[in-house]
């Protein structure tokens, strides 16, 4: 079993937030047979004006939640760092809080490798460890936050630039994101593997002629991020030529959530609100529709979309975000301007015009096994591969 390694991450499921994705977890969870590895997780809250000040002139910014026996026997541990919001003093304060991991690292285990799962973030904590550990890291890019993070600070343009260029390996979600990390950073001459999320589980339905509408798919508190304001427009567009095409809104939410969505909806029709839909249901739910449309504002990856096409449904998808860059070939996978509600039209008059050919492709797709990369074994073979990759470099930031 290779390692040590230590992964730093802000997205993980632990004692503070136990909400959080669980793709960071899934990964980890998927080559745990392979590696020996502990898990870091964190959490930034606002310490207030003395806080910060305390922070920036000594005092450690790490908060230690309670030990769980559990966690700790996952190899798990939560920690929160005290930060200020909105970026202020960001690269100071990931330096202090690297500082800090540095001394309980130094009581031990020693990793033989650090991965910082988000460039902008946990990057420059990696970075900054593994030069004082004398060790190599590996990053993974997240293309939302990593991508708005290196367009609101082009003052840490260099200092990003050295995380990336330096770390033994770089994983990204999709090819949009490292194409856009590399516009501004520079081209990679390391190794920079594609990593999509990990599904809960393998499971591939062929497709079905005849849907009984469109579908879109999330938590109704994200109603804003999806961009479900602008679909509903598009919607009611597409009607004007196919008025017996409904959307069907699937996801939970509270009370509150519920009513900003019904706000959304209006007095208009030929769009159901269908609540959430157990895990179990995913698949058959969307198997019976037309095609998935989710022309999301921000997504680094989305699920969803692969979850979707596994159940034999076409996809619309934001250009430029999500899983751009893995189907520029394939018709069923289909991309739209996110900020024009008549983009988003088109694609929606695209599932309903041509959903026979589209599934047709689609089926072809499942058959021919290029379906394959998205599978769990797969993608535990990548991360797997890369980890092995990032230990056996010696470079890292200076």
Known sequence: MQGPILHLSADFPDLIDATKTRAIQTLVELVQDRFDQQVISLNRIAPGPMGTLAA???????????????????????????????????????????????????????????????????????????????????????????????????????????????????????????????????????????????????????????????????????ARRKNLARLIEAHQALRADHRDVELHILGGGNDRDRARVDHLVGARHGIALRGPVANAAIAQSFNAAIGLALPSLRESFGMVFIEAMMAGLPVVYPQGRAIDGYFDDQSFAIPVDPQSSASIAEGLARLVRDEAALKTALARWQEAGEAARFTRAAIADTFAKGLSLALASNGHAV
């Open 56 to 222: 920036l002139l000594g005092r450690s910014p790490l908060v230690e939640a309670k030990p769980n026996s559990a966690e700790a026997k996952g190899g798990l541990t939560t920690l929160a760092y005290r930060a200020p919001g909105r970026g202020l003093w960001h690269h100071t304060m990931l330096r202090r809080v690297a500082d800090a991991l540095h001394e309980r690292i130094l009581r031990g285990p020693r990793p033989a490798l650090i991965v910082g799962h988000k460039l902008t973030v946990e990057g420059l904590l990696a970075a900054r460890l593994a030069e004082r550990l004398g060790i190599p890291y590996a990053l993974t890019i997240q293309g939302d936050t990593d991508t708005k993070i290196l367009a609101a600070r082009p003052d840490l343009r260099s200092a990003f630039a050295r995380v990336f260029h330096g770390a033994g390996v770089v994983f990204s979600l999709a090819p949009w994101s490292l194409r856009a990390v590399e516009a501004r950073l520079g081209a990679r001459t390391g190794a920079s593997l594609m990593l999509p999320c990990p599904l809960a589980a393998d499971r591939r339905i062929a497709p079905r002629m005849g849907g009984d509408g469109i579908v879109t798919a999330f938590h109704l508190r994200n």
